[in-house]
């Protein structure tokens, strides 16, 4: 199971309003292709390659979004950091750590 930033939220959130001005089709195909991703990094989250300072981050099959998130393997918990824009500036979440 994972827990999320609550910056990270809200830009899960934001992107699906964007998608969502576009077509509800989109944005349903946005949040789908979110919670598949989300379900590999919850199944396997040591599978995906070290990102920054022992984090990982797994792209979105379809939508140029990342999930950028930690994981404790003592405890196994998983927070994502961010649902990142793969076009805005790198490391900007880098606070939330």
């Known amino acids: 199971m994972s827990e999320m930033h609550p910056s990270a939220r809200i830009e899960l959130e934001e992107a699906t309003v964007h998608y969502?001005?576009?077509?509800?089709?989109?944005?349903?195909?946005?949040?789908?292709?979110?919670?598949?991703?989300?379900?590999?990094?919850?199944?396997?989250?040591?599978?995906?390659?070290?990102?920054y300072l022992g984090l990982r981050k797994l792209n979105l099959k379809?939508?140029?979004?990342?999930?950028?998130?930690?994981?404790?393997?003592?405890?196994?918990?998983?927070?994502?950091?961010?649902v990142q824009h793969q076009s805005r500036k790198p490391f900007y979440w880098k606070n939330r750590i």
Request: hydrophobic share 50%; net charge negative.
């Open 62 to 82: 379809i939508f140029p979004y990342s999930i950028v998130y930690d994981f404790s393997e003592s405890s196994g918990e998983i927070i994502i950091l961010a």
């Open 20 to 51: 969502l001005n576009i077509s509800v089709e989109l944005a349903d195909k946005f949040l789908t292709d979110f919670e598949q991703t989300l379900s590999f990094v919850e199944w396997m989250p040591t599978a995906w390659p070290l990102y």
